[in-house]
């Protein structure tokens, strides 16, 4: 039986798909988000998995709802396990 986990990797590439989407350096997202820049790269790298809060900074530094961010990690998620 499959169970679906939400890995730190997917969560990060979504957030570095919008960054540069955006055309943002990691620099100015993690100030524009208030968090710091080797946290942010930890992310992007799957190295470490943001609280629900950070998720929020991130897209409210973005100019993203949560929901956009949720409904590409649906999508990638679903590219993954197919």
Known sequence: ??????????????????????????????????????????IERGERKPTLETLYRICCALDI???TLVSHLETLLEERNQ
Do not use: C, N
């Not at 997917?10 to 524009?32: I, N, P």
């Open 1 to 42: 039986m499959y169970i679906p986990t939400l890995d730190a990797k997917t969560v990060g590439d979504a957030v570095a798909y919008f960054r540069k989407k955006r055309g943002l350096s990691q620099e100015v997202l993690s100030g524009l988000a208030d968090i710091g820049r080797s946290h942010l790269s930890a």
């Open 65 to 67: 709802k949560m929901s």
